[in-house]
Structures are given as structure tokens and as C-alpha cells.
């Protein structure tokens, strides 16, 4: 079974809160390859001040021969899963890229030889800004029926961690972003009392005496309103914030 964010235990979620630096976030980029079993990731900021596409702010497991080899024959321009990327509001799937033209097949090509992983996942994030967006990559060297078997429940979890990790690079660069707890309601706070105790989403229903989609709804906007990746991050926020004991 594929691993998930809701196995990303409490005390993990703490600690990256804890200490947020350019290191850290490194760290748990790094967590996050390692536990998704993935060959690489990027985090790729072109819109924070003094940076450009060319020189965009980057947290990546990529081998330093790589990166230079890429910025020196500037594959910026001509990297589909850039190009498509930036110009997209969805997750792109490499696999539905268009690889025509020697120089594409080159890059991947070269690509693939520097470990980067043939399969992959362009996530475009947008905001908190209009005016700050960024890339989230996700790369496999996963053969295809392999890559096809889990690509949709990976792209669900990414989209989430992507979004994390510009919030937390937009935080450390730009501007702290506020979170109103008073919006959290005591429904919610409920549920994510008895979640922090370990239970179900069914054994959280008999004891809020409300359905389990219900239950799941509440947890959902409790996990939007905290501004966090899941559900245990919910959680880790919400304990320290003060809102949950």
C-alpha cells in the first residue's frame, strides 16, 4: 500500500512547525521523497523578491551536477515541464507532455542519465498572492504501469504538500500568514480533540452522534482554516495554538 499523509505522525508534524528555516524545509522535502518512495522533488519560487526563472528560489534533492548542468544550458526555456507548467492551474503528468523536438529529448535524455526520474508531477501554486507563484515537482523512476498504478492518489497528497511548502517559503521570505483561530469552531475543535486521541472517523461519529461524512467535513475545514497539509498537521497545529489539549 501507497504511504499517505495521514501516516505522518504527530510528533514529525510538531517538530517541523517548531523550527521553521531554509533548512528544515529542506528536511522535510527530503521526508517527504523518502516517504513517498519518490527519486526527486523541487520546490521552484521565481516570484519572491530578487528572483527570476532563471535564478528562482529552490529547495531540491537534485545532485548539484545536475542543477548547474540545467541552468548553464539554460533547460528553463525549453523544459516542458516548466513551460507547461507555469502556464497551467492543474498538476501536469509528464507522461502527457510533449517531448517533439531534439532539444526536449535531449534534456530528458540527459535528464533521466543524472538520476532525475523519467516519471513526473508539475504542481503550479498559486498565491497567497496573485502576484507569488511557484512549481512543485515530483519525480519517479517507477516503470509505467507502476507510475499509472498510484500517479492520482500521489498527485492528491502532493497538491497538498505543495501548498504547504510555498506557504511555509512564502512565510520565511515574504510575509507571515495569519491565522484567524476564532474562526475554528467548537465542532471542529471537537472533532479534532478526539482525533488527536487516535480515533476513527466512525468512532469520532458514534461520539459526536453525527454522521461520518459529517465528522470528515468537519476535520476538512478545520484543516483549511489552519492552513494545514492533513489532518494529524490539523492536529499538530491546532495542540500549538492552544486550541486542543
Given at each position: 500500500?501507497?504511504?499517505?499523509?495521514?501516516?505522518?505522525?504527530?510528533?514529525?508534524?510538531?517538530?517541523?512547525?517548531?523550527?521553521?528555516?531554509?533548512?528544515?524545509?529542506?528536511?522535510?522535502?527530503?521526508?517527504?521523497?523518502?516517504?513517498?518512495?519518490?527519486?526527486?522533488?523541487?520546490?521552484?519560487c521565481?516570484?519572491?523578491?530578487?528572483?527570476?526563472?532563471?535564478?528562482?528560489?529552490?529547495?531540491?534533492?537534485?545532485?548539484?551536477?545536475w542543477?548547474?548542468?540545467?541552468?548553464?544550458?539554460?533547460?528553463?526555456?525549453?523544459?516542458?515541464?516548466?513551460?507547461?507548467?507555469?502556464?497551467?492551474?492543474?498538476?501536469?503528468?509528464?507522461?502527457?507532455?510533449?517531448r517533439?523536438?531534439?532539444?526536449?529529448?535531449?534534456?530528458?535524455?540527459?535528464a533521466?542519465?543524472a538520476?532525475?526520474?523519467?516519471?513526473?508531477?508539475?504542481?503550479?501554486?498559486?498565491?497567497?498572492?496573485?502576484?507569488?507563484?511557484?512549481?512543485?515537482?515530483?519525480t519517479?523512476?517507477?516503470?509505467?504501469?507502476?507510475?499509472?498504478?498510484?500517479?492520482?492518489?500521489?498527485?492528491?497528497?502532493?497538491?497538498?504538500?505543495?501548498h504547504?511548502?510555498?506557504?511555509?517559503?512564502?512565510?520565511?521570505h515574504?510575509?507571515e500568514?495569519?491565522?484567524?483561530l476564532?474562526?475554528?469552531?467548537?465542532?471542529?475543535?471537537?472533532?479534532?480533540?478526539?482525533s488527536a486521541e487516535?480515533?476513527?472517523?466512525?468512532?469520532?461519529?458514534?461520539?459526536?452522534?453525527i454522521?461520518?461524512?459529517?465528522?470528515?467535513?468537519?476535520?476538512d475545514?478545520?484543516r483549511?482554516?489552519?492552513?494545514?497539509?492533513?489532518?494529524?498537521?490539523?492536529?499538530?497545529?491546532?495542540?500549538?495554538?492552544?486550541?486542543?489539549?
Amino acid at each position: 500500500m501507497m504511504a499517505n499523509l495521514d501516516g505522518v505522525d504527530i510528533r514529525t508534524m510538531l517538530q517541523l512547525e517548531a523550527d521553521l528555516t531554509d533548512q528544515t524545509l529542506d528536511g522535510f522535502i527530503g521526508f517527504i521523497r523518502e516517504h513517498y518512495g519518490l527519486a526527486n522533488i523541487a520546490y521552484l519560487c521565481p516570484s519572491f523578491p530578487g528572483r527570476s526563472v532563471l535564478d528562482p528560489y529552490a529547495h531540491m534533492t537534485y545532485s548539484e551536477a545536475w542543477t548547474e548542468h540545467y541552468k548553464a544550458h539554460k533547460y528553463t526555456f525549453i523544459d516542458p515541464a516548466v513551460t507547461v507548467g507555469a502556464r497551467s492551474v492543474l498538476p501536469v503528468d509528464w507522461a502527457r507532455l510533449s517531448r517533439e523536438g531534439k532539444k526536449v529529448q535531449r534534456l530528458f535524455g540527459e535528464a533521466k542519465d543524472a538520476g532525475v526520474g523519467h516519471q513526473g508531477l508539475t504542481i503550479p501554486v498559486r498565491g497567497p498572492t496573485n502576484s507569488h507563484w511557484a512549481l512543485f515537482v515530483a519525480t519517479s523512476s517507477e516503470s509505467d504501469p507502476e507510475w499509472s498504478g498510484r500517479r492520482y492518489e500521489l498527485m492528491r497528497d502532493l497538491v497538498h504538500v505543495a501548498h504547504y511548502v510555498h506557504q511555509r517559503a512564502f512565510q520565511l521570505h515574504a510575509k507571515e500568514l495569519p491565522v484567524d483561530l476564532n474562526v475554528v469552531t467548537k465542532r471542529e475543535i471537537e472533532a479534532l480533540e478526539w482525533s488527536a486521541e487516535g480515533k476513527t472517523l466512525e468512532d469520532i461519529a458514534i461520539l459526536m452522534r453525527i454522521s461520518a461524512e459529517t465528522v470528515k467535513s468537519h476535520l476538512d475545514s478545520a484543516r483549511f482554516k489552519l492552513q494545514a497539509i492533513n489532518r494529524v498537521h490539523a492536529v499538530t497545529k491546532a495542540i500549538r495554538a492552544g486550541l486542543i489539549r
